[in-house]
């Protein structure tokens, strides 16, 4: 299987500063031949199912802030949250779908400083 | 807009089957090239794939539940359904369904989860 691990696992940012999770994966989640990386990222408040943000490593789902953005390819990625919100505030996970099972990392959780 | 609920017991005896059912609203679980998967959290741990299905009846499974998990359709009821037999404490979790876009592997619909406790 694929591991993914994210880092750190838990991060407290001020409101309006910029919070950067990062996420590896044991091996490479793209195709040289498409130029695409197989991964998502995953917003999970309590009480609530996960919130598709971003997939293909950098495109943002439709109606999600442009606060969030993802970037990185091969195995290194990043979520950042340009400018943290209050109702940023949840635990962030990464999932690669190049290969099944499908993988999530452990989780982030962010956190207002 | 689409909506999944998930539905069944929330409390399952050791050894017994878990079984669940995914109500999908707002669209028919036959079109487009979706796939319906199923996906669960323990408590206090990460999420963990269980497997995906087509509408055609193709499913595929994590290989470290495959030999316990079922995965099936009614499209004439717009639901899909999860068995996990031989149930163990380990299986305690919040189960979801959720909506795979085009079998590519990422959900952007999920069910709010429903908690299964196997405990006897």
């Known amino acids: 299987d694929f591991v993914m691990t994210q880092s750190p696992d838990s991060l407290a940012v001020s409101p309006g500063e910029r919070a950067t999770i990062n996420c590896k994966s044991s091996?490479?989640?793209?195709?040289?031949?498409?130029?695409?990386?197989?991964l998502a990222w995953y917003q999970h408040k309590p009480g609530q199912p996960p919130k598709l943000l971003i997939y293909?490593?950098?495109t943002r789902e439709s109606g999600v802030p442009d606060r969030f953005s993802g970037s990185g390819s091969g195995t290194d990625f990043t979520l950042t949250i340009s400018s943290l919100q209050a109702e940023d505030v949840a635990v962030y996970y990464c999932?690669?779908?190049?290969?099944?099972?499908?993988?999530f990392g452990q989780g982030t959780k962010v956190e207002i400083k | 807009q689409v909506q999944l609920q998930e539905s069944g017991p929330g409390l399952v005896k050791p050894s017994q089957t878990l079984s669940l059912t995914c109500t999908v609203s707002?669209?028919?679980?036959?079109?487009?090239?979706?796939?319906w998967s199923w996906i669960r959290q323990p408590a206090g741990k990460g999420l963990e794939w269980i497997g995906h299905?087509?509408?055609?009846?193709?499913?595929n499974y994590n290989p470290s539940l495959k030999s316990r998990v079922t995965i099936s359709v009614d499209t004439s009821k717009n639901q899909f359904s999860l068995k996990l037999s031989s149930v163990t404490a380990a299986d305690t979790a919040v189960y979801y369904c959720?909506?795979?876009?085009?079998?590519?592997?990422?959900?952007?619909?999920w069910g709010r989860g429903t908690l299964v406790t196997v405990s006897s």
């Open positions: 293909w490593a950098s």
């Open positions: 299905l087509y509408t055609s009846g193709n499913t």
């Open positions: 999932q690669q779908y190049y290969n099944t099972p499908w993988t």
């Open positions: 707002g669209g028919s679980i036959s079109s487009g090239s979706y796939y």
């Open positions: 091996q490479k989640v793209s195709y040289s031949s498409n130029n695409k990386n197989y």
């Open positions: 959720a909506r795979d876009r085009s079998g590519g592997g990422y959900n952007d619909y």
